[in-house]
Every structure is written in structure tokens, then in C-alpha cells.
């Protein structure tokens, strides 16, 4: 049995959005392992401050301490990981951006896992636990023995002494160059060659996965925030994987592009020990909930058998929903649906792949908002290849619709994505916290459009949503004359 850590280095900047979601990822893992007979426990930094934390996972003393990146979080689990380093026998990176880009963790972690990360991190600590063979544990980058980090781990050769390399990865393909950043700050200087063993097949049974080990986290603490915030104790449940689409923008280096989903009666189980902790709103955090309108239906009825008492949201496509499954949703407790529109200009969704048109996204926001549905959707402003003309038009658009909540963001080239190799040259930074007046936003490349213009736009299309909301349909000219004067201004600027 192995002592296990697992770090979720998420802290409040203050200035981000008011989401507060607990990081199910981890909660997977965390089951996972513990499943597997290990000791394990989940430091969830969400409510806490840098240096608690730190003292925190400290005080742990865990043999393996496995650390949760996404593209907001990279300085973070690096700084976690620089200080654990020899404290503790090995360091493990995971999660969405050690997924598409595994070499630039590779200087502070001995291993990074790339995709779903249940059965690998299992065998990675079979692994540590004998002393023996990395080289045929799929879905993994690490540093071959020589280093000092891995010498618990023989890797490159099985137990019976033969190199073992999975099977369609040549040897060239293994071995992987050290992202160009790792000299930074003198940590470039560990030895041993860099491999990889090849991406792990997806879990093809979702109903097989354990349930997140929610227990291990701070549920006390999200129930506090998100009853102050939505007036509702809120946690997220995931009931498919992967996305059938191909959006630009979008970064799906975890679950790929096929679309997995769980049986009705496995999800509603998993609601139930959520609402059995607590909660009684769930957000749905699936990339596309409403994609297979029959299990739709069929977690509707599951919930109205089992009488649960709860409120729900989640995330549809406008082209995988109609009034029926709307109002089955409704009456299943869902108060809530959002859609990824992303823009008002059949131009522009085309450019970002997004396969909708504006006409279905206005069917489908119309016909959750007539179900009684409250409706939110969600723009991107100043999307690379966008003129003046269809950001105005983008911002119209979404001010028409029916919507109780209304979010614009600047486009974020996320690393592994279309979006991003289509403007990798013009990148600035991996990732910037914003600043100033839309704080929760920054731009992380050279655009057409300046930074202070993209936020002109968001603050714009915000100021006309409100007003619209505050005039309910009346003072129209007022509303007129501010869109008019705001666009005159947007065009004025660079
Ligand atoms: C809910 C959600 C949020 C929530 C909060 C996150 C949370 N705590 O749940 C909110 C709304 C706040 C949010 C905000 C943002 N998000 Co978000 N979010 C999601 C979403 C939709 C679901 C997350 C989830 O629960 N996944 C389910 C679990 C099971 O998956 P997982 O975490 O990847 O875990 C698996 C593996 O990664 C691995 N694993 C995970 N942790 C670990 C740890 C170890 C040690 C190991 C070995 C393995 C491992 O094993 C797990 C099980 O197989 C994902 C999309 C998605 N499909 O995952 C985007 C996603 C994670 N978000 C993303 C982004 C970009 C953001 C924002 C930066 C957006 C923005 N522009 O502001 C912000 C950043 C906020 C911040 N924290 O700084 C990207 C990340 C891309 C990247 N390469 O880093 C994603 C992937 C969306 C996308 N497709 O582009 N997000």
C-alpha cells in the first residue's frame, strides 16, 4: 500500500469568474487508487490560500503525489511540484494540459499521464510499488532510469529484462524532446532520456468507472459558497466523455473525439450519493448533455421513478434539442440549460468549425426559454478571421435571444487545438491572468483586434444585455441609441 497525495492547485485569484466546482478529475483518480488498495487523500486548494496549501501538502508526507494542471494552473502545479521535489518518492502530472503538451512537465515530474487518468495512475503505482517496468504502462511520459528522480522505477525493460515498448511506437517516436522552456530557471538540468509510451486506449465502459470519491473533498466548503452564491448547494456530475465534434477552439486531448456516454440508472446513482453528501443542484458538466435525446429521456424518467428532490443544468447543443425533451428536462427538475453559441454570423461559426447555424441557435434558446427553461449561452468576441461587422452582428444576435444569462469571452488559443496551430506564431504567453476592467479575461496573442478593443465589445454586449433586462421591453430608443453610439465607437477603435 502506497501513501498518495492528489493536488488540485486551483486558488481564487479574486478576479476570476464565481464558479466554484469541485475538481471531479482528481475525485475520479482519487477512487481509482483508493479502489486499488492505497492510502489516499485530495488536497482540493480552491478555498485556500498559496502558503497554507503548501504547508498542507507538506505536513502530507506522501510517497506519491500526483498533481491536476489545466492551462490556467501550470505555474501552480509546477510550483507544488518544485516543492515537493525530494520529499516525496515520486511526482505525477495530469489532467488537460499535461495531456496535450506532456514534455514541458516533464523537467518537474517524473511522470506525466496523458488522457484518462483511473487505470494509469494504478499501474504507475504497481510500478513504483515493485521496482520495476514503466515502458509497457500506456498513456505515460517519464525519464528513463539514470535519473535520480526515477531511480525507484526501472523503465525501458520489463521484469523479465526485455525492453518492452507498446506496440505501434517505434523507438524514435518514444523518446521526446524537453519542451524549449524547461532551461528556465536551471530546472532543465535532470538526466535521462525522455519516453513515451504511446496514448492509452479510452475507457470503452463508463458504467465500469467508480464513482468520483467525492468524500475526500471539501464538500462543507463548496455547500457554504455556492448557497451564498446561487442560493443552491451546487456540485457537477460528468455523464459522457469526448465530443463527437471538431470546434476549433476547443481542447480535447483527455477524451478525444468520441463520444462516450453512461447509462441512465448508472448517472442517477451517482446523483444520488452527491445528494445523499448535501447537494441539491447539479450541474451537468458534460461537454454535450443533450447529444442522445433517448438517454436524455431516459435519466428524466430515472429521476422522476426515484422521486429526487433536486434542481439541475446543463450544456446542450442547439441542433440536439426540441420542445419535447425540453419540457421532459423541465419536469425532471432541470431549471437551467446553457448553449455554446459562440457567435451570431454563419461566417464565423463556420470558421470556428462549430457545425450549428445562428437560425438553429435561435430555435433552440426560443424553445427551452417557451418550456420555461431559464437559457444562458455563452460568445466568443473578436474570434481570429472576425471583422467589425460580424462582431456587432455577434453581439445583436445575442441580445435578441431570450436568455437569463449571457457570457462574451476573448478567443483562447488553447494549446493542442486547431485554433491554436492556426495562430501558434502569433502566441505571446502560454496563459495570463487578466487585469483591469474585465479582469476575468486576457489576451494571450497577437490578434487583429487589441486587447482594450476585445473588451470594449464584452463590456458593450454586457451594458446591452442589462439594459435590455432593466427596460423589459420598454425605452426601446434609449437602447437604440446606446447600440449606436457604442458600434461607432467599437469601429473607431483598433
Ligand atoms: C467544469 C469545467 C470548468 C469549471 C471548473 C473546473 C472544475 N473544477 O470542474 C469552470 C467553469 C470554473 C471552468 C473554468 C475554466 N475552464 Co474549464 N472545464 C470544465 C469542464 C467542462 C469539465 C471538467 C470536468 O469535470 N471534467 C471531468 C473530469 C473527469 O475530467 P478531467 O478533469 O480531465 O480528469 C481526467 C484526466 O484529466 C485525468 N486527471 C485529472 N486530474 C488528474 C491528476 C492526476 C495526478 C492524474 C495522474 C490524472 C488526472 O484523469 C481524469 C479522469 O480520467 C472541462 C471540459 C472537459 N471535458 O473536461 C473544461 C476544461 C477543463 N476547461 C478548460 C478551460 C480552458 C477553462 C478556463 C481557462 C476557461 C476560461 N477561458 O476562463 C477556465 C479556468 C478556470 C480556472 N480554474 O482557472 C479547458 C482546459 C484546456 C487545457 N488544455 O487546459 C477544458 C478541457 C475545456 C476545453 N475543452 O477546452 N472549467
Known sequence: MTSVLLIYPYFDSGRRSIFRFPPLGVAYVAAAVRNAGHRVSILDCTFMKRADALRAAQAVRAEVVGIYSMVSMRNDSVMFAR???GQSGLLVAGGPLPSCEPASFIDDFDVVVVGEGERTIVEVLGAYESRCDLSSIPGIMYREEGSPDTSRLQSGRS???KSSIPEGVSESEREVPTHPDSSRDGVGTRSGKVLFNGKRNLEPDLDAIAFPARDLLPNSLYIDYSKRKYGQALTTVMTTRGCPFSCEFCSNAVFGVGHRERSAGNVVDE??????????????????????TRRVLGICDDIKRRGLDFHWECLGRVDSVNSEVLAAMKAAGCDRIFFGIESGDDSVLKLMRKNITVAAARGAVEAAHAVGLKTGAFFILCYPGETDRTVLTSIKFAVSLPLDYLSFTVPYPLPGTALHERVKSKMKSAWRHGSGLVPEHSLIFDADFSEAKMKFAILKGRAEFAIKGALRGR????????????????????
Open 83 to 85: 516543492t515537493l521535489r
Open 159 to 161: 521484469r523479465d529484462g
Open 271 to 292: 446523483v444520488e450519493q452527491a445528494l445523499a453528501l448535501g447537494y441539491d443542484r447539479i450541474h451537468f458538466a458534460d461537454d454535450v448533455f443533450t447529444l442522445d
Open 475 to 494: 425605452g426601446l430608443p434609449l437602447a437604440g441609441a446606446f447600440e449606436a453610439a457604442t458600434d461607432a465607437l467599437f469601429r473607431l477603435m483598433k
